[in-house]
């Protein structure tokens, strides 16, 4: 007994004709450059902004902030940076200067395609004792752009929630 269909191949043909799908191969994507990717990411936004470094919160400057509720506090360990994910390992960080360029991370870590996240790199201790060790951890600032997707107009509790599977 054999389970070989010898129209198989015919078969095959038709249905993808019936269900209107393309009879090629798949092919990997091509990968980009990460400079190109993050300006077709960001759309026509000021590239300035990115280069914002954050202010440090006192009670001067928190008289100056009106209406609180429409401002983000948080408790930050390093620099902002900003990653790039182009596929699975392809991760590139940048730090938000005009002159400087993107450097692939030497993290071992996956990021989904054509999303942009603002992070910052921090040392954390793992394990006790003997056996404790330092291991660099991304902390996820904001979520900009996710599987192409702009989230930049949600709101965080959102964007947290859409990016708590990275």
């Known amino acids: 007994m054999t389970l070989s269909e010898p129209r198989q191949a015919e078969i095959q043909k038709e249905c993808l004709q019936l269900w209107e799908i393309p009879d090629q191969a798949r092919v990997a994507p ?3 450059d990460p400079k190109s990717k993050f300006f077709e990411l960001i759309r026509g936004t000021e590239i300035d902004i990115f280069s914002y470094k954050p ?3 006192t ?3 928190l008289e100056k902030i009106h209406p609180v509720f429409d401002h ?3 408790v930050s360990g390093s620099e902002q940076k900003f990653l790039i994910g182009l596929g ?3 991760i590139y960080t940048w730090d938000g200067c005009q002159s400087d360029h993107w450097v692939k991370l030497d993290l071992k870590t996956e990021l989904p395609w054509d999303t942009l996240l603002s ?3 921090v040392h954390e201790l793992k394990g006790e004792g003997k056996a404790q060790r330092k291991i660099s951890a991304i902390h996820i600032l904001d979520v900009l ?3 192409g997707t702009d989230l930049r107009e949600q709101h965080l509790n959102c964007k947290f929630s859409l990016s708590r599977n990275l």
Do not use: F, H, Y
């Open 59 to 61: 009670s001067k400057t």
């Open 119 to 121: 992070v910052e790199i």
């Open 88 to 90: 699975k390992s392809q």
């Open 55 to 57: 202010i440090l919160l």
């Open 72 to 74: 983000c506090c948080m």
């Open 145 to 147: 752009v996710l599987n």
């Open 30 to 32: 091509s990968s980009s």
